[in-house]
């Protein structure tokens, strides 16, 4: 989510789809290409430019189901096709509307038909459709334990996966285990052979925070926010442009137009929620006194 990479990065997708272009046909190939054009049209909604985003997704779409009409047994086109199918599918009607105007309908039950074949059988991107699948059921038919199970698993097989060791902090920490999710971070692989993850350090933070170790969450988003600038640095930029499209985003204008401080004791408690500690939350609400001078916002909390 680099802004300064993003006209470079489109122009080398697009260089690589012309040499592949002029490569023999094959399913691999025809693979690569509608792969690496979903990867520019995420690029390119995410950076503002959802017109050249929808039709480099049609393509990739189009692209796709010509793959898995030609090599029905190619099971990598059906975990693609099958994500962009329920993605389209499930999203709301307000939204959908101009994807079925580019030919795009969607639909979940074949999205997920077609991940499931994917996922159940060997193929060279197996663990990434079981991955997506899991993921997927967990948010559309609430089977968070099942996900979590399966990132259990993958991970014991393969300890040495920091991908899989930020998805089982990151489903610890959704279904509220925080030691849990704690004890995963500090376990993680680490050493000259991993690219830098610095969110797994901002994800460790908010795990501290909820437990009240103050002191150490502010350390680990220290060490987060060491190739990204100080926090007044970025203070200051929340209301000089951006979009508020993520709701984090949105958050972070609504807290910068406002103005007001946060209410020490209601942020303790919000925090203790958040991490599973109900009881502590409890006890902490306990403690709140409104006054005369109590924001209206804070006493609705």
């Known amino acids: 989510q680099d802004a300064a990479r993003y006209e470079a990065t489109v122009e080398a997708q697009s260089r690589r789809l012309d040499q592949l272009g002029h490569l023999p046909a094959s399913a691999l190939r025809d693979y690569a290409l509608a792969e690496i054009r979903l990867h520019q049209a995420a690029a390119q909604v995410v950076f503002g430019h959802e017109v050249q985003g929808a039709w480099s997704l049609r393509q990739s779409y189009l692209a796709t189901q010509q793959v898995v009409r030609r090599h029905p047994q190619y099971l990598p086109a059906r975990k693609t096709l099958g994500m962009m199918q329920f993605f389209i599918g499930s999203l709301p009607e307000g939204y959908r509307w101009f994807l079925k105007l580019l030919g795009l309908p969607g639909n979940v039950e074949t999205g997920l038909y077609n991940l499931r074949l994917a996922a159940t059988q060997p193929n060279d991107f197996q663990l990434e459709a079981r991955l997506i699948l899991a993921l997927l059921e967990e948010t559309y038919y609430k089977k968070p334990a099942a996900a979590l199970r399966l990132v259990q698993d993958l991970q014991r097989q393969q300890p040495d996966s ?56 502010l350390r680990a988003n220290q060490l987060f926010l060491r190739e990204y600038g100080t926090v007044a640095a970025y203070q200051r930029q929340i209301g000089a442009g951006g979009r508020t499209v993520v709701e984090e985003d949105s958050y972070a204008q609504r807290f910068f137009e406002d103005g007001q401080p946060l209410n020490r004791t209601l942020t303790k408690a919000r925090l203790q929620i958040d991490g599973g500690y109900y009881r502590e939350a409890l006890a902490t609400l306990d403690t709140f006194r409104p006054t005369a001078a109590t924001p209206l916002r804070d006493r609705l909390e």
């Open 162 to 217: 920091q991908l899989l060791t930020y998805l089982l902090i990151s489903q610890l920490k959704k279904q509220h285990r925080t030691a849990e999710a704690l004890a995963a971070y500090q376990a993680r692989p680490t050493g000259p052979g991993y690219l830098p993850l610095p969110y797994l350090h901002h994800m460790a933070a908010d795990l501290l925070l909820y437990q009240g170790q103050y002191a150490a969450s």
